[in-house]
């Protein structure tokens, strides 16, 4: 496959679900729900959630940075993390590439060495948000629903867990599962060869308290729609909701977030709400919103991160596509 019809794919993908979500849903009764919102809470809410995943998400890159890359300050793990929002836009991978492409310059450290500790980050995320949708399962089992898909989770999240008990096998007892031992060769796995067992529970502890902010995201301006869901089920939803974003198989999550969005909270819609259509309205507008937020947070650090130190997005491609060829 050719990298220009790569690079179509996830356009074809969002352009796709967006537009089906759009044609099933009345667009009048949408329209109606952001008439009624409550703007105020929204836009006031929104800003107090991007601006604490801001913050507990630089710590946590700071924590990481130190046991892994290299002595580095909060302050400019701060404004590089500022500065990837407007990578992040385009995709979450984009985003790691340019972070690790800033350090690689200002610290002389190897582009890979930064790589593989995000992309060990995410393998901590996946840990972090299988253990949310499985204490949200604990908790309220009947929060999944009665549709067929929905139903499945449980089944997933088994085969989620059974991946990731199995790479911790691999990479901390050593055992190759027939003929994956080359992969701790690759230079992208670095950081999983370096990462001892005691360094996962901090870790996800921090990716879970992280996560933990947009559950709270979900519970606080789902009301601005007229939409009330308990912590309890959000416990579920919300990880279930970051976990389809930071696959990147759509622009920046768009299209499969929303429709995730409406097949979990559309049975706690009220008639009077609007139903499916309150919550593509909720789920189209905070998107952008929480977008045009994260770009202010990265223009106020734009002029910190010297000029030269700001890749193309073909740089950072190029990098990521060797990475992933070692």
């Known amino acids: 496959m050719s990298p220009r019809v790569k690079r179509l794919i996830p356009w074809v993908l969002t352009l796709s679900i967006v537009g089906f979500l759009f044609l099933t849903t009345d667009i009048e009764a949408v329209g109606d729900a952001l008439a009624r919102a409550d703007w105020g809470r929204l836009v006031a809410a929104m800003a107090g959630v991007t601006l604490a ?22 302050l400019e793990v701060l404004r590089i993390k500022g500065v990837s929002y407007f990578l992040n836009a385009i995709n979450y991978t984009l985003a790691m590439g340019g972070m690790a492409w800033v350090i690689h310059k200002k610290h002389d450290i190897r582009f890979l060495e930064t790589f593989s500790s995000f992309f060990w980050l995410f393998f901590v995320d996946i840990i972090a948000l299988s253990t949310l949708i499985t204490l949200g399962l604990a908790l309220g089992p009947d929060a999944i629903g009665d549709s067929q898909a929905v139903a499945r989770i449980p089944y997933i999240v088994l085969v989620i867990w059974a991946i990731v008990i199995g790479a911790l096998v691999y990479w901390n007892a050593g055992f190759d599962f027939f003929i994956l031992g080359r992969l701790r060769s690759w230079r992208v796995f670095d950081t999983f060869r370096r990462a001892h067992l005691k360094d996962y529970p901090s870790m996800v502890l921090m ?48 299209g499969a977030v929303q429709g995730v969005m409406v097949a979990l909270f559309t049975p706690h819609v009220p008639p009077e709400a609007g139903g499916s259509a309150a919550i593509l309205a909720y789920s189209t507008v905070i998107g952008p919103l929480m977008m045009v937020m994260r770009l202010v947070i990265g223009y106020v650090f734009v002029h910190a991160v010297a000029k030269d130190l700001v890749p193309s997005k073909e740089e950072i491609e190029r990098e990521i596509a060797e990475a992933e060829a070692e």
């Open 53 to 74: 995943a801001y913050l507990v998400d630089s710590l946590t890159l700071v924590a990481l940075f130190r046991r892994f890359v290299t002595k580095i300050g909060v």
């Open 207 to 254: 990716r879970a308290g992280f996560i933990m902010v947009y559950v709270v995201m979900h519970w606080s301006i789902l009301p601005a729609f007229g939409v009330h869901i308990d912590l309890g089920h959000m416990l579920l939803y919300a990880p279930l909701i970051a976990f389809v974003q930071v696959i990147p198989a759509t622009i920046s999550g768009l």
